[in-house]
C-alpha cells in the first residue's frame, strides 16, 4: 500500500530552477530516509541526494550546492529543489523509500535544454 506520486518535472533552459514533489502515503513519513535518485538513458540510476529522519543531507558531488532536499512530515512530502540546471541534469527522476522493500514513485521527466 505503499505509494509515491511524484510531480514538478518539465522541460526548462539551462540555469533555470525546478522544484519536484513526492507525495507518500502508507507508511509512517517520518520515520524513513527519503530519497531522490534518477536515471538518464543509458545509464545507471544514480543517488542524488537523501534525507533522514533526524535531517541530515546528503548529494551526489555532481549536483551539491545546487540541489536541496526537504522534507514535509505533515504533508508526508519530500521535496527536490533544483537550481542552476544544466543539461547534464536531464534525466526520469525517482523519489525513493527503503522499508522491508524500496518503494519507488512512478518518476518525472527533467529536460534541460542548452
Known amino acids: 500500500q505503499v505509494q509515491l506520486v511524484e510531480s514538478g518535472g518539465g522541460l526548462v533552459q539551462a540555469g533555470a530552477s525546478l522544484r519536484l514533489s513526492c507525495a507518500a502515503s502508507?507508511?509512517?513519513?517520518?520515520?524513513?530516509?527519503l530519497a531522490w535518485y534518477r536515471q538518464a538513458p543509458g545509464k545507471q540510476r544514480e543517488a542524488v541526494a537523501t534525507?533522514?529522519?533526524?535531517?541530515?543531507?546528503n548529494y551526489a558531488d555532481s549536483v551539491k550546492g545546487r540541489f536541496t532536499i526537504s522534507r514535509d512530515n505533515v504533508k508526508n512530502t519530500v521535496y527536490l529543489q533544483m537550481n542552476s540546471l544544466k543539461p547534464e541534469d536531464t534525466a526520469v527522476y525517482y523519489c525513493?523509500?527503503?522499508?522491508?522493500?524500496?518503494?519507488w514513485g512512478q518518476g518525472t521527466q527533467v529536460t534541460v535544454s542548452s
Open positions: 525513493h523509500v527503503q522499508l522491508r522493500l524500496g518503494y
Open positions: 502508507g507508511l509512517v513519513f517520518s520515520m524513513h530516509t
Open positions: 534525507i533522514t529522519q533526524g535531517g541530515d543531507t
